[in-house]
């Protein structure tokens, strides 16, 4: 799998000529500390969040960024939407029943997935508007890892049988149509 370091570089020489066209395709590096704002993303959803996320939005911003078609930040702030999406009551919250599952949040959302972090064990989970509560696959041991994948499978001629071995992921599915 690309090295986070080789996915920048990869996404910036094919986008940085489309810059003024395309946004949200290049992994920029952010230009303002926001440590107090994730702290206080923790403070509000009670819990920590797993050291490789944090540090990652930390340095990366994922404002606007997406990849295989999984949106990342859908608005001005990430960490805002991060805290919107996993404390919403109305129709656009992602679990089913009354309380959200507690320690996993949304991290990012496409057609059709929605990818869940478990604030515990780092994990990253895919799950669709079909998957039954507490069946979300695995997608990736770690959301670093996650972001490896999904580079790699945009950059690179990688099979989904590869990614999920490099990812420890147990959803095929998941890893074929972010190929495809």
Wanted: glycine residues 6%.
């Amino acid at each position: 799998m690309l090295s986070i370091t080789e996915i920048k570089q990869k996404l910036d020489d094919k986008f940085i000529p489309l810059q003024d066209i395309v946004d949200g395709l290049r992994l920029i590096e952010r230009k303002q500390d926001i440590t107090a704002q994730v702290r206080r993303l923790e403070q509000q959803l009670g819990m920590n969040l797993p050291a490789d996320f944090a540090d990652f939005i930390c340095r990366y911003d994922l404002d606007h960024f997406g990849l295989c078609n999984v949106t990342f930040g859908t608005e001005n702030d990430y960490v805002e939407w991060i805290l919107h999406i996993n404390t919403t009551t109305g129709f656009d919250r992602w679990w089913s029943g009354l309380a959200r599952p507690a320690a996993l949040i949304c991290i990012a959302q496409s057609d059709p997935y929605t990818l869940l972090l478990d604030l515990q064990t780092s994990e990253v989970y895919a799950m669709t508007s079909e998957t039954a509560d507490g069946e979300w696959q695995r997608a990736a041991n770690h959301f670093v890892l996650l972001i490896q994948g999904l580079g790699t499978a945009y950059l690179e001629s990688v099979s989904p049988e590869q990614l999920v071995q490099a990812t420890g992921s147990e959803t095929l599915e998941f890893w074929e149509w972010a190929v495809y």
